[in-house]
């Protein structure tokens, strides 16, 4: 099990922007073993994927972020990022990374049932 620490997070206007990590514990697996993605949710909603990177390099992002939003990693810190952009208040929630094991195939990587180990969250707003 990865122990997953998100940071980053905080108030910015509308406009602004944002970059979260995401550190992971040194476990059994070596960190490229895992697929990664970024979750979000907002009180009263669902969680919603963001943005996700499959252990291959694949990345893939929700629409509601494209061209806003970038997702990366440094797998010698193990470490997740997520750069985020042209912030708008539709965009605030609570941030979570999550963590699934082996490669995700296309159609699950942003869906929160794939992944198995989740970090407390860092909540962003955005303000208009």
């Known amino acids: 099990q990865l122990e997953l620490v998100e940071s980053g997070g905080g108030s910015v206007q509308a406009g602004g922007s944002l970059r979260l990590s995401c550190t992971a514990s040194?476990?059994?697996?070596?960190?490229?073993?895992?697929?990664m993605a970024w979750f979000r949710q907002a009180p009263g909603k669902e969680r919603e994927g963001v943005a996700a990177?499959?252990?291959?390099?694949?990345?893939t992002y929700a629409d509601s972020v494209k061209d806003r939003f970038t997702i990366s990693q440094d797998n010698a810190k193990f470490t997740l990022f997520l750069q985020m952009d042209s912030l708008k208040p539709e965009d605030t929630a609570r941030y979570y990374c999550?963590?699934?094991?082996?490669?995700?195939?296309?159609?699950?990587?942003?869906?929160?049932?794939?992944?198995?180990?989740w970090g407390q969250g860092t909540q962003v707003t955005v303000s208009s």
């Open positions: 990177i499959t252990n291959t390099g694949t990345i």
């Open positions: 999550a963590a699934g094991y082996g490669y995700c195939s296309e159609g699950y990587c942003l869906k929160s049932d794939w992944y198995k180990d």
């Open positions: 040194r476990g059994t697996y070596a960190y490229d073993y895992f697929s």
